[in-house]
């Protein structure tokens, strides 16, 4: 008997994708900082219906995002064939389910639609452009040693 425990043939936390996890980390943060400062300006312009309209607008353009690296992360360890599949799946997915969040949303007056859109458009920008910049930073081996 050994006092090791037994670990997985795959662990969760591997290096390879631990840039993506930094995305998500990082992403999520920035989607916070946006989410407060947006929120604070377009109540200031709007009232009420400017914060409506700014945390709806955060939380479509940062799930929309975030959602791809958080379905990469959990295929990490499949196929690349069924990483693919699952990415343009979900992809699909979230493309439909925006489109019908704005529809049933386009019937309703309570928020503010500039205010949506500009924090939508805004949190795509700039959690895309963070975890893009999480990724390019982190230093990972590009071969992971064989287990002995």
Same mark, same amino acid.
């Given at each position: ?17 631990? *840039? ?6 990082? #992403?999520?943060?920035a ?18 219906p400017?914060?409506? *309209?700014?945390?709806? *607008?955060?939380?479509?353009? *940062?799930?929309?995002v975030?959602?791809?690296a ?9 196929a ?8 343009? #799946? ?9 489109? #019908? ?14 205010a ?12 895309l ?19 002995t």
């Amino acid at each position: 008997m050994t006092d090791t425990p037994a670990t997985p043939a795959q662990p969760a936390d591997s290096p390879h994708t631990a *840039g993506l996890r930094k995305a998500v980390r990082f #992403g999520a943060l920035a989607l916070a900082v946006l989410a407060v400062f947006s929120a604070a300006a377009w109540t200031a312009i709007d009232g009420t219906p400017g914060l409506w *309209g700014t945390l709806m *607008g955060a939380a479509v353009g *940062g799930a929309f995002v975030l959602t791809t690296a958080i379905v990469v992360i959990s295929t990490a360890h499949s196929a690349p064939q069924t990483t693919a599949a699952v990415v343009l #799946g979900t992809w699909l997915v979230k493309l439909l389910a925006a489109m #019908g969040i704005v529809a049933v949303l386009s019937r309703f007056d309570f928020y503010s639609r500039p205010a949506f859109a500009v924090t939508v458009i805004a949190a795509l920008i700039v959690v895309l452009a963070v975890e893009t910049w999480a990724i390019l930073k982190t230093r990972a081996p590009y071969v992971e040693p064989a287990a002995t």
